[in-house]
C-alpha cells in the first residue's frame, strides 16, 4: 500500500514538474483539451478528423517526448532519487522513534543492580506512623477515608511488598524522598465505597483493582513530619515525577502515565486465578 502511494505521488509531482518546466510537453497538452473541446461542440464527421488528428499528434509528441527522457535520463533519474530519499528514510526510520515521556525501557545496568536487589536481602517494612499522620484536614481534604485505611504491610502479595519496599529505599538513597504507604490491600467494600465518592478518588468497583489482592499500594511522601499527598506542592510533584521512573525499574506499574493519573499509586500485574478484569 505504502509503495502503492508513494508512486502515484512521484507520478503526479513529475507531471506537474513537467507542466511547469516543459513548454512543448504544456503546449501538447493545451492542444489535447481544446482539440478535446472542439471535438465535442462540432459534427460527428468534425469530431472524427479531430480525433484522428489528436491521435497523430499524440503519437507524435509521446515519440518526441521519449526521446528527450532518453537524451536527459541520467539527470532525471538522479532528480528522482533525490525527491525519492526523504520519505524513503522517514519510512524506514518510523518504528525507531518513540516519545520519551511513554520509553517504558530501562537501561541494562539498572536492571541489573535492581534484579540482584530483589534476589539480595529480604527488606523489612518500616515501623507503623502515628494514625493522627493521617487524620489531618488537608489529608482529608486530597483522600477521603484515608483514615480507616489498610496499611499491612503483610496483607500484600511477598513479591510485590519486596518490589515496593526497593521502591522506597531507591527513593530514599538516589532521591532524598521519605515514602510512605497510606493504603495496600483494600476489601470490596471498602473498594465499592471509594468509588462512591466518584472518579476523582477511583473509578474501580470491587474485584476490579489490584488492591483486592494485595498487589497494589498507594503511597505518598513525609516532610518535616507531616504526609505531603497533593501534587500541586512542586516538591511533591517532582517526587512523584521520580517515583514513576523507579517503580518502573522495580517492574511495577506506575498510575500517573494512566488517562485518569493516580500519582501515587504503583500496582504488580501478574496473573490472578478467577478474577475479573482488573483496573486501577
Known amino acids: 500500500m505504502w509503495i502503492a502511494i508513494v508512486v502515484v505521488y512521484f507520478v503526479g509531482a513529475c507531471a506537474l514538474a513537467a507542466l511547469l518546466l516543459l513548454p512543448s510537453f504544456r503546449e501538447g497538452v493545451v492542444q489535447r483539451v481544446t482539440q478535446w473541446g472542439r471535438r465535442l461542440a462540432g459534427a460527428q464527421q468534425n469530431a472524427q478528423r479531430a480525433a484522428t488528428r489528436n ?19 541520467i539527470p532525471l533519474s538522479i ?12 519510512f524506514s526510520l518510523r518504528a525507531l522513534h518513540t ?6 525501557t530501562s537501561s541494562t545496568q539498572a536492571d541489573s543492580v535492581v534484579a540482584t536487589l530483589l534476589q539480595g536481602e529480604q527488606l523489612v517494612p518500616p515501623p507503623p506512623l502515628p494514625p493522627e499522620v493521617f487524620t ?22 511477598a513479591d510485590f511488598r519486596q518490589r515496593l519496599l526497593l521502591a522506597y529505599r531507591l527513593m530514599r538513597e538516589e532521591h532524598g ?6 493504603e495496600g490491600y483494600r476489601s470490596p467494600e471498602r473498594q465499592n465505597l471509594l468509588a462512591s465518592l466518584g472518579a476523582h478518588v477511583t473509578n474501580a468497583a470491587a474485584w476490579q483493582s489490584y488492591h483486592q ?23 511533591a510533584a517532582k517526587g512523584y515525577e521520580l517515583y514513576g521512573e523507579v517503580a518502573q525499574r522495580v517492574g511495577l506499574t506506575w498510575g500517573g502515565r494512566w488517562q485518569n493519573a493516580d500519582l501515587g499509586h504503583v500496582e504488580l500485574r501478574k496473573p490472578i486465578a478467577s478474577r475479573p478484569k482488573v483496573g486501577s
Do not use: C
Open 55 to 73: 491521435a497523430l499528434q499524440g503519437v507524435a509528441q509521446a515519440a518526441s517526448g521519449t526521446r528527450w527522457i532518453q537524451r536527459n535520463a
Open 79 to 90: 532528480a528522482l532519487a533525490l525527491l525519492a530519499l526523504p520519505p524513503i528514510v522517514v
Open 99 to 104: 516519545l520519551d515521556a511513554y520509553d517504558d
Open 136 to 157: 489531618t484536614a488537608e489529608v482529608e481534604l486530597v483522600r477521603p477515608k484515608l483514615s480507616t485505611a489498610d496499611r499491612r504491610w503483610d496483607a500484600l502479595d
Open 177 to 182: 524522598y521519605e515514602m510512605v504507604l497510606i
Open 213 to 235: 489482592h494485595g498487589l497494589a499500594a498507594d503511597s505518598a511522601f513525609m516532610r518535616d513530619g507531616k504526609l505531603v499527598i497533593s501534587e500541586r506542592d512542586p516538591w
